[in-house]
């Protein structure tokens, strides 16, 4: 079947057709035309923009053992209502994806609209203590190692873990967190959880394993990606750690460029997080690192959590919330501090060469992985709406602006709209 995407703006600064109107001629999964003329299934598109599919760095699908806040399936059809054709799972399931039949569970679980992208475990249940069977994993088709929202506490774990995953040309994800400064904290540390009474993790925790970390590069060699970072300090860390040419990448959760410690209000628990949400300092900061390429990618940092787990007293509810459906409203909410070009290469390109897939743009001879959206949709986020099990989400009940029409993952089109 022949796909014909008319009348669409390109929002593509690596297209010959960036900023212009085109025809997007889509012929057995892949871009014959930007001029086409005719297709067995035409969509009108005039007044809608088109980018290179959308790629997630890091999302909680909680499939296998908590379906009941996501599963594989509503997961995928939730990613591809945000607007994303590729989703890398954080490996904290129960049990853990860490050994090769968990990462054949999730592959043989994924849906045609959507490419799943198997984050496997660092260590042994997640603990820090013992490394997986990480060649076996990576043949069985895991693209990155992590410990999901563990940090990896153990040095000498990550230096041998580098050191083993080198040859293999994939990434350590690293959530960079000291494991005994971020005990029992709950949110930021600072003026606003002194005035709210509440235990705080101070930004040298996360800091202090991003200097570690890097002197363990140094060492070992490997590729080494930290996952949502949060300090304005850590910005600057990874900067430096560039400049000296390491093997180095981060990524920036979606709402951090969002939200603060402010946010917070009278213990609301859905602005909860791991990473906790830190000063206005360090969100201008991250912005700051955003528009200069020092941060990589952006990632959802999607975690579904069922009401019982969130409506609780703030330092009982677990952290997180849920980000990948309302994507695109927050990209266009922080691209008053960035240029939404630069947002766009940051969830397209940017994720891409992390997970060391190839690099695609809106050209002829290309693959079709394509995000249509439409900036001016107003829409409610609420049960008609929401398409998550879950309802953790900062927008809840809110009028947003912004939604995709639909994505193409090579032949499969899956229209919103």
Sequence with gaps: MSILLKNVLVLDLNSPVHGKQSNILIEKGIITSLNGKSASKEY??????????????NAQFHDPGFEYREDIVSGTKVAQAGGFTDVCLSPETYPPIETKSDVSYILKKTLPQLNLHVGAAVSEGLKGENLTEMMDLHEAGANVFSDGDFP??????????????????VSIFQNARDAHISANTQMHEGRVSTNLGLRGEPSLSEE???????????????????????SAKSVDLIR???????SVTCDVGIHHLLFTDESIGEFDSIFKVIPPYRSEKDRKA?????????????????????????????DLA????????????????????????????????????ILRLENIKI?????????????????????DTNLSKSQNSPYWNAELTGSVVGTINGSKATFNQ
């Design 44 to 57: 009108d598109l005039k007044g809608k923009t088109v980018t290179s599919g959308w790629v997630d760095l």
């Design 152 to 169: 990896i506490w153990n040095a000498e774990l990550l230096l041998k873990a580098l050191q083993y995953t080198n040859s293999m040309k």
């Design 208 to 230: 202090l394993i991003i200097q570690r970390d890097i002197e363990i590069l140094k060492y070992s060699g490997g590729n080494l990606h930290f996952s949502r970072i949060s």
């Design 240 to 246: 430096s750690a560039k400049k000296a040419g390491l």
């Design 286 to 314: 991250l912005v700051k690192g955003v528009k200069e390429g020092v941060i990589d990618a952006l990632c959802s940092n999607h975690r579904p959590f069922d009401q019982e787990c969130k409506q609780l007293e703030f």
């Design 318 to 353: 677990d952290p997180g919330n849920i980000s990948l459906q309302t994507f695109y409203a927050s990209l266009l909410r922080i691209s008053e501090d960035i240029p939404l070009e630069t947002l766009i290469e940051r969830v397209t390109n940017g994720p891409r060469s």
């Design 363 to 383: 050209d002829v001879d290309q693959s079709a992985k394509l995000t249509v959206l439409d900036p001016h949709a107003i829409w409610k986020f609420d049960t």
